[in-house]
């Protein structure tokens, strides 16, 4: 590695963590602007449900794309140029989805936005990277903190957006908002030196290759996505649950719902520390328990809010504390390739989140809100008994004593 022209000597200051969480909140968010508006975004296009669900589908699906293509790039391209680079190509994204008149140039600026905006997934390992060892937990759950608020605020963003103006409005802000942002990051990021001496295709080839190299990276890159699936399947029908009856409610009220999963991001930076305490395995297991109960209270909502909301908050909170865990065990296995095993895992977790998206939409279409809970319900029961196995596993438990072991000797 040519340490030399690495200038991090300042580290991580709480400005520049505070920077990099915003970063990844804002351009996640532009992936999940469409979902309160599906319903007004299909009035208005002369959409059914299922098409409209397309939309959310081809966000993921392009997410998943660009980890895969343009994440590992950060082993191989300076960090800071490569960071600015892909902002730029997500806000050029927005501008085409903020100018579309039809599904096709949506989907057009929906996928080239989605494809860039994994350069969320570049700043989660490159502040891993920046971070002390005893603090890289509680570093990487304060990004991912901005990462999930950004998800469920921007449903509360753009429906707010969307009754001032229209839909196109919520596009048209985000695109002036990332713009500033790319500026922020350009002046405050430091230069990072890429640490692979490998071609693009090798570079892509190896992704593939730490799966079979860490059984542990397979295991959370599975349950991750089954538990993001859940999340999708969720996010993507309430709206439709919440613009028909008995609810009825406009954008801007539907965006409020985003405020309860909100919560949930909050507790990223407590679940960081936790799996630093070598708490990892059990977080796991009582995560996927409570994923598993929160459809039974969002079963109950098409008859009481309580029970919705109450659902909304199991769920965003126990799917936080599986997943920093699963980013936490992962970083830990080779400093090296953080950023392809990062790029595996979240491939996985966003094919997840466009199956699961794509099964919501479908099952509203046809059963209902009854169609979508037993759908979640049943990815649920699959995440119990498989994050339940992985647990159990010797090798997992060998993995988690060894992390417990390596926090206790960085604290002495």
């Known amino acids: 590695m040519r340490h030399a022209e690495n200038t991090t000597d300042s580290a991580l200051s709480t400005w520049l963590i505070l920077l990099m969480a915003t970063t990844t909140g804002l351009v996640v968010a532009s992936n999940y602007y469409a979902q309160p508006l599906l319903h007004t975004i299909s009035d208005q296009l002369g959409l059914s449900y299922a098409r409209a669900g397309i939309i959310v589908t081809v966000a993921q699906a392009s997410y998943a794309l660009g980890l895969i293509l343009l994440v590992p790039l950060g082993d191989l391209v300076e960090r800071r140029r490569l960071i600015v680079t892909m902002m730029l190509f997500a806000t050029a994204g927005l501008l085409v989805s903020a100018t579309a008149g039809s599904l096709a140039a949506l989907l057009i600026g929906t996928a080239i936005t989605g494809a860039f905006s994994v350069v ?77 001496r490998m071609h693009y ?17 397979r295991q959370r890159s599975l349950l991750g996505c089954l538990i993001f699936a ?6 993507t029908s309430l709206a439709f649950l919440l613009s028909s009856e008995p609810w009825s409610y406009s954008d801007a009220t539907i965006g409020l719902f985003g405020l309860a999963g909100a919560m949930g991001a909050l507790s990223a930076r407590h679940a960081g520390v936790l799996t630093d305490r070598g708490h990892g395995a059990q977080l796991t297991v009582l995560g996927v328990v409570a994923l598993l109960v929160s459809w039974g209270l969002l079963g109950l909502g098409l008859y009481s809010l309580i029970a919705l909301i109450a659902g909304i908050v199991l769920l965003d909170l126990a799917l936080q504390a599986v ?21 595996g895992y979240m491939f996985l977790y966003f094919v997840g989140g466009a199956l699961g998206s794509l099964g919501s ?52």
């Open 230 to 235: 859940m999340f999708s399947v969720l996010w």
């Open 201 to 217: 295709g090798q570079l892509i080839g190896s992704v593939f290759a730490q799966f079979a190299r860490y059984p542990l990276h």
């Open 323 to 343: 997943h920093i865990t699963n980013m936490n065990m992962i970083f830990n296995l080779d400093e090296a390739a953080r950023n392809r095993l990062n790029s």
């Open 361 to 412: 939409a479908a099952a509203y279409q046809q059963n209902g809100w009854l169609g979508v809970c037993l759908l979640g319900g049943g990815l649920g029961v699959l995440a119990v008994g498989y994050g339940v196995w992985i647990h159990a596993g010797p090798g997992h438990r060998a993995h988690s004593r060894g992390t417990k072991e390596d926090a206790r000797s960085v604290d002495s």
């Open 120 to 196: 969320a997934q570049v700043l989660v390992p490159f502040a891993a990277t920046l971070s002390p060892v005893a603090q890289r937990g509680k570093v990487v759950g304060t990004v991912m903190s901005g990462l999930l608020m950004g998800i469920l605020l921007a449903r509360t963003v753009a429906g707010a957006l969307s009754s001032l103006g229209d839909w196109h409005t919520v596009y048209w802000v985000a695109a002036a908002l990332m713009l500033l942002n790319t500026l922020a990051l350009w002046r405050a990021l430091p230069r990072y030196a890429p640490t692979a």
